[in-house]
């Protein structure tokens, strides 16, 4: 294997060449692709090493006079790709080949870049993944009681859950409740979010389950992206009378009646949230872990304001 690892700007990457690299790698993410980076970060480049033999994007944004590297919006896991991944030592090699101009670094890696020991700065964070393979009778006996009996009072409150072509009720139910309690979410991610869910859509890659009341309110839903036979839990809003009610334990039971043994998985997108966590488990997810890498490069002054 040639052992070279080049920095390669947006315009110089062959995405040919990128895109049938990450179809060989077991451990791809929708999130790496060119077309979806390009719409989450305009600004990328990336380490290539060889023939496109591993490679890593490399998402970044300027602020002030520094350029600094950071993990996009709907974006969850980038991090190395490689079809023959041998560990941390290839990883370290990457990491360290980050070009210098780049003085803050803060990225999440992929699930597969967990091996062996990194020399930077790491810190876990939980996903959750659920093999949808099997039929949704075999999976849904690994719902947990307590998950099987919010879908039973969801189905006794009259509520229907059906496909929906717009998203801008789910963000608006979100806005009014989660959103508001999470005081830094910033609003331009819904503006993105509707641009991928408008394009995904139009390719055949996304879609979203809406969870309405007997007289027809909309109380919450969810959007998943679908590629490669892996389904994304990108987003979900839900009101507190569909909190009450279960709606969201229906809408995921809904989504994998209609896609089990067609898909592969159920990518949970996280997390960290023991609430979260509990629900997506609730389903019988497996727990999965990547890793955030920080690399502190900036003046000491600035150094010191960032920590």
């Known amino acids: 294997m040639n052992q070279v690892i080049r920095y390669l700007e947006r315009k110089e990457i062959d995405d040919t060449r990128w895109n049938k690299t990450l179809d060989d790698c077991p451990n791809r993410t929708i999130y790496s692709y060119s077309w979806y980076l390009d719409i ?3 600004n990328w480049g990336a380490l290539v090493m060889g023939d496109y033999s591993a490679i890593m994007p490399l ?6 006079t520094f350029e600094y590297l950071f993990t996009p919006p709907y974006c969850q896991q980038l991090g ?6 041998d560990g941390h030592h290839l990883l370290n090699m990457f990491l360290d080949a980050i070009p210098r101009r780049f003085k803050y670094i803060d990225i999440n890696l992929n ?9 930077y700065a790491s810190f876990e964070n939980k996903n959750l993944v659920l093999s949808i393979k099997d039929n949704y009778q075999l999976i849904a006996e690994g719902f947990s009681t307590n998950h099987q009996r919010n879908i039973r009072k969801a189905v006794d409150s009259g509520l229907v859950v059906s496909e929906i ?3 801008d009720g789910l963000i608006s139910i979100f806005e009014k409740g989660r959103g508001r309690r999470l005081r830094s979410y910033p609003d331009k991610s819904h503006e993105l979010l509707r641009c991928l869910y408008s394009k995904l859509r139009s390719q055949g890659m996304a879609l979203a389950y809406g969870a309405c009341s007997n007289s027809g309110v909309l109380l919450g839903g969810a959007v998943f992206f679908i590629y490669k036979k892996t389904a994304y839990f990108i987003f979900s809003g839900v009101s507190d009378e569909g909190r009450k009610s279960s709606c969201m334990h229906l809408v995921v039971s809904h989504f994998l009646n209609a896609h089990a043994g067609k898909l592969d998985f159920l990518d949970f997108e996280g997390s960290n949230n023991p609430d979260l966590a509990r629900f997506y488990a609730g389903f019988g997810a497996d727990e999965s872990l990547y890793l955030r890498i920080v690399i502190n490069r900036l003046p000491t002054v600035f150094r010191w304001l960032k920590s």
């Open 80 to 85: 190395l790709f490689c079809p023959n991944f």
């Open 111 to 119: 699930s597969s870049n967990n091996e062996g020991e990194i020399v």
């Open 59 to 64: 998402p970044f944004k300027r602020k002030y």
């Open 165 to 167: 072509n717009e998203i």
């Open 40 to 42: 989450v970060a305009p």
